[in-house]
Nanobody
């Protein structure tokens, strides 16, 4: 079955860190660019970061310098290391591959 499963969300204080994971199955993970998106309460889903097949990365301005996207093709897993978290980073985070349906996401709450 082709699917993506996000994990690693939780409650963290402002300035803290979290690492999200996206486990892929049912397809050749290394052949696809992968992305993270997020959706904050009451807002539209927005793009966060992309990692290409060869490892090239791009980030939304709002997270540049704080978040790091990476992948481990041997483990069929993508990661999002989030540092210096802010309240405005509170959202459900989704991993995405072109052509697949959205998963359930993982909730990140940044609050004191």
């Amino acid at each position: 079955q082709v699917q993506l499963m996000e994990s690693g969300g939780g409650l963290v204080q402002p300035g803290g860190s979290l690492r999200l994971s996206c486990a892929a199955s049912g397809f050749t993970f290394s052949m696809y660019a992968m992305r993270w998106y997020r959706q904050a309460p009451g807002k539209e889903r927005e793009w966060v970061a992309t990692i290409e097949r060869i490892g090239t990365t791009n980030y939304a301005d709002s997270v540049k310098g704080r978040f790091t996207i990476s992948r481990d093709n041997a483990k069929n897993t993508m990661y999002l290391q989030m540092n210096s978290l802010k309240a405005e980073d509170t959202a459900v985070y989704y991993c995405y591959r072109r052509g697949l349906n959205w998963g359930k996401g993982t909730l990140v709450t940044v609050s004191s």
